[in-house]
């Protein structure tokens, strides 16, 4: 069974850069569409990012512009490239497929956006 790790986050300041990654334990080839969650404090999770195993993406009209999700099959992993960051973008960040299932929730990783 797939596991997904995500790792990358931190704390940065107002206008800058993180970059996610979401390693699998297994492959992800037989996985459509992969997703970029994120769950601010407080509020419910919601998708962020998405990228089908072609390599098309759709985003969140919040982070259209400044966020840039990819895929490696060959190393079983998505990344996150967030850029011009805003305290707003504070969040847990999750990878998973989309849709979501259950099993695949990992640990998350913490992005704050503070100066």
């Known amino acids: 069974q797939v596991q997904f790790v995500e790792s990358g986050g931190g704390l940065v300041q107002p206008g800058g850069s993180l970059r996610l990654s979401c390693a699998a334990s297994?492959?992800?080839?037989?996985?459509?569409?992969m997703g970029w969650y994120r769950q601010p404090p407080g509020k419910q999770r919601e998708l962020v990012a998405r990228?089908?195993?072609?390599?098309?993406?759709n985003y969140a009209d919040s982070v259209k512009g400044r966020f840039t999700v990819s895929r490696d099959n060959a190393k079983n992993t998505v990344y996150l490239q967030m850029n011009s960051l805003k305290p707003e973008d504070t969040a847990i960040y999750y990878c998973?497929?989309?849709?979501?299932?259950?099993?695949?929730w990992g640990q998350g990783t913490q992005v704050t956006v503070s100066s």
């Open positions: 998973n497929a989309h849709p979501s299932l259950s099993r695949y």
């Open positions: 297994g492959s992800i080839f037989s996985i459509v569409v």
């Open positions: 990228i089908t195993i072609g390599g098309v993406t």
